[in-house]
């Protein structure tokens, strides 16, 4: 088995980067069309940015909207 991937490295080697390149784009292209259509996202709006400390940081509040509910986080 060894002696074959010598005397055919290249050949193998292209075999397996296209092998990969096609099961990448059929994993991503999965979850593309599934995040849409299953729910698995949701976009956000920050609805208001609170300081607190002394100029330590902001506290950013975001509405989601998922499901027909809106929540506040």
């Known amino acids: 088995m060894m002696a074959f991937f010598k ?3 290249v050949y ?3 075999f397996l980067i296209t092998g990969l390149l096609i099961y990448d784009y059929q994993f991503i292209n999965k979850y593309k069309t599934s995040y849409e259509a299953k729910g698995l996202y ?6 208001e ?3 607190y400390g002394r ?17 506040s986080i």
């Open 49 to 51: 940015i609170k300081p």
């Open 7 to 9: 005397k055919y490295n």
């Open 55 to 71: 100029g330590t940081g902001y506290e950013f509040v975001y509405t989601f909207q998922t499901g027909g509910k809106n929540l």
């Open 12 to 14: 193998s080697s292209v």
């Open 42 to 47: 949701t976009a956000g709006r920050i609805q």
